[in-house]
């Protein structure tokens, strides 16, 4: 795939001496997208340490918080991974709350959450919301790491009404996510669903054979396998309908559209229904509302910018699976994943990618690098009309 740089500098500096020109130019800078290793071994297991030196044992889900911290919701395919791991800026990994397998309310290791497929939100006062898949419930857990009990129960399914008494089943996979108004909404074998700011769980949109724009009272969404929301408080679902492929937009005002996507495919650089792509397992949304999708099928990292185009940002699209080597660094486009999982934005706009089977993750950023100086004809041609090279 052709890389995509941004020239951000082409300086010229022209100083005169009598009636000829001399010219001084400064090294022509690129930037590029780069994938280093930031944390994990790329072997399924529970090490707290910095970077690679630490371990993951088949980690599904992560967010940023205010600080750059990385909450990851780590697996637990060798036992004992049931639990939040908080990786610095850093590389610094470490256990924030739990570490075994249980359903237990308390702070920091002393809680106790469910066996793997476990999926992270987090609001605006950093509070972390967890899908707890196999206790049934939503779990929030506070900067402190104080654990609690937001709605459902082991045993409790498919029940609306306060929270107290309602009853969850998540999708496999999971996801959540919270609105600005401290609404929370996730994939259930119902539907999508919500727990309002008001403690009321609602089905508003119940599991469908296709998806039917228009308002939000007659629209139907087929298939969810991924939710977001943005700073607005617009919901963004990744739906797979029969050989279909797409993005649906709820929006606050009150109509559910076709965001981007059709039938599955890979077509980026494109706007709107133009783009297309595999299953999509996770959205994230960035301060800025762009929509960063983790797609499954073709292992790939993808962004579809505020005004719909979609472009790639990490990965060789590779389907079948080439016999490469997986975890290394490199130009965003020129790494391959094995079994890309999820993706979180922090507020400097560094950018994580996770991956399932080899428990890693990855750090995104653009970086500079150097080329080679444009030559004296290059130069010649490019100013060749300017006052300040006449002779």
Not at 139 to 161: F, Q
Not at 189 to 215: D, H, L, Q, W
Not at 339 to 349: F, K, Y
């Amino acid at each position: 795939m052709k890389k995509n740089k941004l020239v951000y500098a082409f300086a010229i500096i022209l100083a005169f001496g009598s009636c000829k020109k001399t010219m001084n130019v400064a090294p022509l800078v690129e930037q590029e997208m780069y994938a280093s290793p930031f944390a994990g071994s790329n072997v399924a297991a529970f090490i707290e340490g910095t970077g690679t030196k630490a371990a993951f044992d088949r980690p599904y889900s992560m967010v940023v918080d205010d600080s750059g911290n990385l909450f990851v919701a780590d697996g637990n395919t060798n036992g004992g991974n049931s639990r939040i791991r908080k990786v610095t800026p850093e590389g610094v990994t470490t256990t924030f709350a739990g570490g075994v397998i249980g359903s237990l309310d308390g702070t920091g290791t002393s809680a106790q959450f469910g066996d793997g497929g476990n999926v992270l939100t987090i609001d605006a006062q950093n509070n972390l919301y967890l899908a707890d898949q196999q206790n049934s419930c939503i779990r929030k857990i506070t900067p402190s790491g104080v654990v609690s009990t937001v709605a459902g129960a082991p045993g409790r399914a498919n029940i609306d009404g306060p929270v107290a008494t309602a009853g969850i089943k998540f999708l496999s996979p999971a996801d959540i996510t919270i609105d600005p108004a401290n609404n929370i909404y996730f994939l259930d074998i119902k539907g999508i669903r919500k727990v309002s700011s008001t403690g009321i769980v609602s089905t508003p949109f119940p599991i469908a054979s296709s998806n039917t724009f228009g308002p939000i009272a007659t629209a139907t969404i087929a298939n969810p396998t991924g939710i977001t929301s943005d700073k607005a408080g617009n919901i963004y679902v990744a739906t797979r309908p029969v050989n279909q492929s797409v993005v649906v937009k709820i929006g606050i005002d009150g109509i559910v559209s076709l965001y981007a996507g059709g039938p599955m495919d890979y077509n980026v650089n494109v706007q709107g229904p133009a783009a297309r792509f595999g299953q999509l397992r996770t959205l994230s949304t960035d301060k800025s509302g762009n929509i960063y999708l983790v797609d499954a099928v073709y292992r790939t990292y993808l962004k579809i910018a505020a005004d719909r185009f979609l472009s790639p940002l990490a990965g060789v699209p590779s389907k079948p699976l080439p016999s490469v080597l997986f975890g290394q660094g490199g130009p965003a486009f020129d790494v391959y994943f094995l079994d890309v999982q999820d993706i979180a934005i922090a507020p400097d706009g560094t950018i994580y990618v996770m991956e399932n089977i080899p428990s890693s993750i990855r750090k995104i950023k653009l970086v500079d690098k150097a080329t080679t100086p444009p030559t004296q004809a290059e130069i010649d041609k490019a100013t060749w009309n300017k006052p300040g090279t006449w002779k």
